[in-house]
């Protein structure tokens, strides 16, 4: 196995381990431990987390170390808030000079993301459940909102990835293509109201009060 593809299977066997809450906010990532357990040098282990480190998953610590994120609900629910406000307003811009192509390049998007939802890939279906705001931004040509966006989501996105259900997750590309439908016959007032409601389901079905079982990180990763 080449060095790539050993890292590539620590960052999914630790990403598994953590959306399947197998390993508890906050656990702390020793290297060591890691290189044991996956049977790799320390340089490999360092690789994958920082890895996950870009996607959020974990946050590294100067001279403590590696953790997994223990993103608050509080700080999810003021993303949330200023998505709202931001999503609004871009919302509104988009089914004032829609076009059949971005229609047509959303349409896309919603198709590969109930794709990810039936074949249960959950890193995948959050990235893309995600990607549909950024996306929107982007089809619009405005890189400073889509990078906005890109931040605010990646704030919450191992909430959203550690705590939205299957049906939840189904349910937002369900309300993503709704949302399309609105743009596309431009009624600016639904389509507005439908981005809303969205963003307001999306946290509410955020089971926040789900117990995590272990801190252990070979028991997590058995």
């Known amino acids: 196995m080449d060095s790539s593809t050993a890292t590539r299977s620590i960052v999914d066997a630790m990403t598994k381990a953590i959306v399947e809450h197998r390993l508890h906010p906050g656990t702390k990532l020793a290297e060591q431990k890691l290189a044991d357990h996956f049977g790799v040098s320390r340089t490999l ?3 994958a987390l920082f890895q996950l480190a870009q996607k959020r998953l974990i946050r590294m610590e100067p001279a403590r170390g590696a953790f997994v994120a223990t993103p608050s609900s509080e700080e999810a629910r003021q993303v949330f808030a200023v998505r709202r406000m931001l999503e609004a307003e871009m919302t509104r811009n988009f089914v004032r000079h829609v076009t059949p192509a971005q229609i047509k390049a959303l349409k896309e998007h919603v198709a590969k993301e109930k794709a990810a939802v ?9 990235d893309l459940l995600g990607d549909f705001h950024v ?3 982007e089809l619009m040509n405005n890189q400073v909102l889509a990078q906005m966006l890109g931040e605010l989501i990646s704030r919450c996105a191992l909430i ?3 705590y939205q259900s299957t049906h939840a997750a189904e349910h937002s590309a369900e309300e993503h293509a709704e949302i399309i ?3 596309a016959a431009k009624d600016e007032k639904l389509a507005v109201r439908l981005m809303d409601e969205h963003l307001r389901h999306v946290e ?3 089971t ?3 117990k995590v079982p272990s801190n252990d990180i070979a028991m997590a990763l058995a």
């Open 135 to 137: 996306r929107m931004a």
């Open 181 to 183: 439908k609105a743009i």
């Open 204 to 206: 509410e079905n955020l």
């Open 160 to 162: 959203t990835l550690m």
């Open 118 to 126: 039936s074949s249960g890939d959950v890193p995948g279906r959050t």
């Open 208 to 210: 926040l009060d789900r």
């Open 45 to 47: 282990v360092r690789q």
